[in-house]
């Protein structure tokens, strides 16, 4: 089931495209990352679904509210870490005062107060910090907060603008098995804006990457590594002739690429599951000695960047 779907979702800041017709689904209680380059269009996303902004065009819903004809509900529903979190919090306030005024704001009910703030900043590792002030806080204590504050109307949807960002590996480990443990526990869905992409991959179910305003590619992990997986690189180690083997393998149709080191070849071979053993037939048979036929450890990095890559042309 649908949580936030977005239709068509557009924003132009003048004469630039910072959003063109933008179509996500993203199901209730799972985790979706949203992956791109700087400027690609990831915050203006997280802020017209917020209600920070209005779309030029287009609309999206957040459970069963519009964006644009029920903002106020939205709001309700929604849990956000903008992208400079920590800057709105109140800085001359401690810790706990912010979570407080904000408790008071989102309309929880006064006597759940007290115990949600110290639920919060203890998971959080901040209850020995409630009485700092906020502007006090290290940067990533002060993200840790906001994340607190995000999370304190127990809202449906969190949207995270790169929550891991300002943390120590430590905290972002903790961030991500927060993260993780709440979609289980009580199926609150998660949109979280990442560079991260090691991250993006540990912790979404599904994955999309933006580039200037356009989703180029949407899928799970799983899929998008398919994808990659269609063309892949493989080491070919060799005792003898290199020059040998290098002529074998860049005579077969289906290698894309050859790197020829002192002992090894770096191949790009279109369905490999297919042509592997042919190619290694053919070594063989010309009298190659492999002493090694090994895939390259292929990352979604790697489809990242070559997705990125292929946007430009
Ligand atoms: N209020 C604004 N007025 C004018 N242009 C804006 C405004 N907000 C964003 N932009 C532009 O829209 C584009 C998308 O910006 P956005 O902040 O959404 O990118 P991003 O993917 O979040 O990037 P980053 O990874 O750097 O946070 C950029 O070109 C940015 O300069
Ligand atoms: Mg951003």
Redesign the pocket.
Known sequence: MGEIITNQLSKR??E?K?LNRVDIVVQRGSVFGLL??????????TRLLSTVLKPSFGTAQMGEFDIIENPVKVREITGVLP?EGSHTLYPSMTAYQNLEYFANLYDVPDEEIPERIEELLTFMELWERKDDKAGELSTGNRQRLALCRALLHKPKILLL??PTSALDPIAAKRVRELILSLAKKYGQTFFI?S?NLSEVQRICDRIAI?DE?QILLTGTTSELRQKLRAKQEFVIRIVGDIKKAEFVVSSQHFVESVKTGVDSLLVTIENPTENNSQLMRDLLNAGVNIVEFAEEEASLEDLYLEVLKGGDN
Not at 36 to 45: E, F, I, R, V, Y
């Open positions: 800041f003048g630039l910072a791109g380059p700087n400027g690609a269009g990831k915050s203006t996303t992208e603008d790169e804006n560079h933006l305003g």
